[in-house]
């Protein structure tokens, strides 16, 4: 018998998250199963943990889009017991049982080996948001942004997915100019290594002018809607954004006339189905690129019956940096 967060739904249609005790038995089909060290939390852990968001196909339900551990036991060649592994995405913790939960079975193909100058709760502490925050700056980079280019824009900056392309954008040697609706999080920016701080509301609504003045080398967009809008027209000839999320709204009411008159680039980051390759060359960037200090500034600590609470915050935007679950506290 193990420890998991279980969400079950009542006949009204309710669902209800709680910490119980499962046994191995009902763990679901796969090659490889993970003695849990850590697991953390995203937003879309918020939507599984509580009302679903659609995503979640049967209950009760275990969530947890991320975790990192241990093999204990493989029928693929590739994992033997003992074994660091990492998993992000792959619609496990969503259609499939996830983190939260002291054991987890998988498809070996989802599990990725931790890489050297990584332990596992530094996996998790970037887990998804961090992974999706290295998959942006790679994409930036692989289209030739480079720190002499000018100041790269992080919208959304005090997020899980903000903190990591900050710090990380930081250590390479960019201006990184934060978009922050808090306030409060100015300092915690600045200590990631953002040189500048923007108020969301001097950016989040869109204009008439279909161009503004050319201010921005690159973007890691978190957001969205009105403001990824309003930054295409302020992006430099030949820049790119990286757009990882929809905070802001799925909608996009722009012009064609930043691609078409700026030659800039809109690139749209998914981590969930990434390739194993980049998955690895993610993973290691990551080991080499983000620096361990500024990750443990973003950490807040939690345990599995910390996450119905915290479900509710992070869907209400209360959640800054990352939240690191230790699933056998």
Same mark, same amino acid.
């Given at each position: ?58 209950? #009760?339900?275990?969530?947890? &889009? +991320? ?9 693929? +060649?590739?994992?033997? #017991? ?43 502490? $970037? ?40 710090? &990380? ?87 064609? &006339? ?5 030659? $800039? ?27 361990? +200090?500024?990750?443990?500034?973003? $950490? ?11 479900? &509710? +915050? ?16």
């Amino acid at each position: 018998m193990f420890n998991a967060l279980v969400v079950e739904k009542d006949d009204d249609g309710k669902t209800h998250a709680s910490v119980q005790q499962i046994g191995e038995d009902r763990l679901p089909e796969g090659e490889v199963t993970v003695a849990v060290d850590y697991s953390t939390l995203n937003y879309k852990d918020g939507l599984c943990i509580g009302p679903g968001g659609g995503l979640v196909r049967n209950y #009760p339900h275990v969530p947890g &889009i +991320d975790f990192a551990g241990t093999v204990e036991a493989s029928d693929d +060649d590739r994992y033997k #017991p003992g074994d660091k592994v990492v998993l992000t995405g792959w619609r496990v913790g969503e259609a499939h049982w996830g983190g939260y939960a002291q054991k987890a079975r998988v498809k070996a193909d989802w599990l990725v080996p931790l890489p050297e100058g990584l332990n596992t709760r530094q996996a998790m502490a $970037v887990g998804t948001a961090g992974f999706t925050a290295m998959l942006a700056v790679m994409a930036l980079e692989d289209h030739g942004l480079t720190p002499d280019d000018g100041t790269v824009l992080v919208t959304g900056a005090a997020g899980g997915v903000g903190s990591v392309a900050t710090a &990380i954008l930081a250590n390479l040697g960019y201006q990184v100019a934060g978009v922050t609706g808090r306030p409060e999080t100015a300092e915690y920016l600045t200590g990631l290594g953002a040189s500048q701080i923007v108020a969301r509301e001097e950016i989040n609504e869109t204009v008439k002018r279909p161009l503004e003045a050319e201010t921005w080398a690159g973007c890691v967009d978190a957001v969205g809607g009105a403001m990824l809008a309003r930054v295409l027209g302020q992006m430099k000839y030949g820049a790119s954004v990286a757009a990882v999320g929809l905070a802001g709204g799925a909608g996009l009411p722009a012009t064609v &006339i930043p691609f078409l008159l700026r030659g $800039v680039n809109l690139l749209g980051i998914d981590s969930v189905m990434q390739p194993y390759d980049n998955r690895r060359r993610a993973w290691q960037r990551i080991a080499s690129d983000l620096p361990m +200090d500024k990750l443990e500034a973003m $950490v807040q600590p939690a345990v599995l019956g910390d996450l119905p609470q915290l479900g &509710i +915050d992070i869907l209400e935007g209360k959640v800054r940096g990352r939240v690191v679950v230790d699933v056998n506290a």
